[in-house]
């Protein structure tokens, strides 16, 4: 369900699929935090170390033996290579213009329709895009009302929607006037939608609500944040020339994965080392089978 307090909508017609955009009464709230619909709402959705993660099955343990893990550990998205090089130089924005910010991200968001879209096909897969919801003040998806304290964007699995606050993510990112952090960020929320249309996160959202305890359920929801991570990172790497991605970019990319990780008692983002990691090898690997994230070590999705 959209606000219904909205004054004016503007939806930007796509290819295929439907954009949806919400504008309200300008208000702006500094909040940082990017979240998945399980982890926010509680229901079924220096440099980085040199070592990554591996990128194939571990012999680990199962904690959660006997329940399907097929879906997480072997899933198509898996096996059909790197994310094809897509041509989506980085839009102008300025990020105290609202109007500029909001077509940016419309921008950024075609780009990634068409790369995800063209790699889910591929490995034989259905693939809807999002729809785009972008808010600037409160109003209620049917994951929950928004914003909640520390949350500029979500991913919501109920109506595939993709929910960003305008001036919140430029408020969260310090309003850095680089246009690769924001697109790491939407590139994240991006990745929950990948991980829908592939059935990962019916998945994880069942084994998540299946485990035991606050402490379980909490690392079952940094597996999936951080690969969103990655997912956002493949991407990146997948428009490095176009956009481009140069080193200075690069390590915004990474300062931002490090600022939207964990802080004080939370833990279902992962540490701030851990998201420079699953982004960086996201990006140097640019293949979807680099992040999988649901037989990492335990240290690599602390």
């Not at 006997?66 to 300025?94: F, H, I, K």
């Not at 809807?128 to 500029?152: A, D, I, K």
């Not at 929607?161 to 924001?182: F, K, M, N, P, Q």
Request: with cysteine.
């Amino acid at each position: 369900m959209l606000p219904g307090r909205a004054g004016r909508a503007r939806p930007r017609p796509l290819g295929v699929g439907v954009s949806v955009v919400v504008v309200m009464g300008l208000a702006s709230v500094a909040l940082a935090g990017f979240v998945s619909v399980a982890s926010l709402f509680g229901t079924g959705s220096g440099p980085a170390p040199a070592t990554g993660p591996p990128t194939g099955p571990s012999e680990q343990a199962d904690p959660d033996q006997g329940r399907p893990r097929d879906v997480l550990t072997t899933n198509a998205l898996y096996l059909s290579g790197e994310l094809r090089s897509v041509a989506c130089p980085a839009p102008e924005m300025e990020v105290g213009d609202p109007r500029s910010m909001e077509d940016f991200l419309h921008e950024v968001t075609d780009c990634l329709d068409q790369a995800w879209g063209e790699h889910l096909t591929a490995a034989g897969l259905e693939f809807e895009p999002p729809n785009r919801v972008y808010w600037y003040s409160s109003g209620q998806s049917p994951c929950g009302t928004y914003p909640v304290e520390g949350l500029s964007a979500f991913y919501c699995h109920a109506n595939k929607g993709l929910y960003l606050g305008v001036e919140d993510i430029v408020a969260g990112s310090g309003h850095s006037d680089r246009t690769a952090a924001y697109t790491f960020l939407l590139g994240h929320e991006y990745g929950h939608h990948v991980q829908g249309e592939t059935g990962i996160l019916s998945q994880y959202q069942e084994m998540r609500s299946g485990s035991n305890g606050e402490e379980s359920r909490d690392e079952w929801s940094r597996r999936s944040e951080l690969q969103a991570n990655c997912l956002s990172g493949v991407f990146l790497g997948a428009v490095e020339n176009s956009f481009p991605i140069g080193e200075a970019e690069r390590e915004e990319v990474l300062r931002d994965a490090a600022l939207r990780a964990d802080r004080g008692d939370t833990h279902t983002h992962g540490s701030p080392a851990n998201g420079r990691l699953w982004t960086s090898h996201g990006m140097d690997r640019r293949d979807p089978a680099a992040c999988n994230t649901w037989e990492a070590e335990e240290e690599l999705v602390d």
